[in-house]
């Protein structure tokens, strides 16, 4: 991929990992519960080749392989550490949820609290 998900490699992986491995050991003294959420993103606004304001170095196309590939580093770190986390379904999202190309609209934020009520139940005991 041309600057894209390809470039997404160990150095921000481990980074990420670290980050959020320094965040889960401050919360334990906080007395904080940590729940590790990937982002989901309106796929249907990340089709073009073209490079937009936002991410200026990573066309549209590759955003979303990007964010996927730090979903899936999240999901990982928050497993190897005992963490509670939760991936969103992307495929479960469509155009409509969201205003624009990462912020829900009123029915995407409905459906995304309905989602993750049950692990925010159960971590929270």
Known sequence: MEGGAGHFGAPVGKFVRIALTTA???DPDLDIISIFVGQV???AKLQSKERNGFNPL???V???PLQDRFNSIVK???DSIEVSNFIPAIDEFQ???FVDTNHFSAKGSAKFA???TPIVKSSCK
């Open 76 to 78: 990982a770190t928050a």
């Open 114 to 116: 309905l989602m993750i």
């Open 58 to 60: 990573t066309r549209d």
């Open 95 to 97: 155009d409509d949820d």
């Open 41 to 43: 993103l309106n796929r």
């Open 62 to 64: 590759d955003v979303w």
């Open 24 to 26: 889960q050991v401050r």
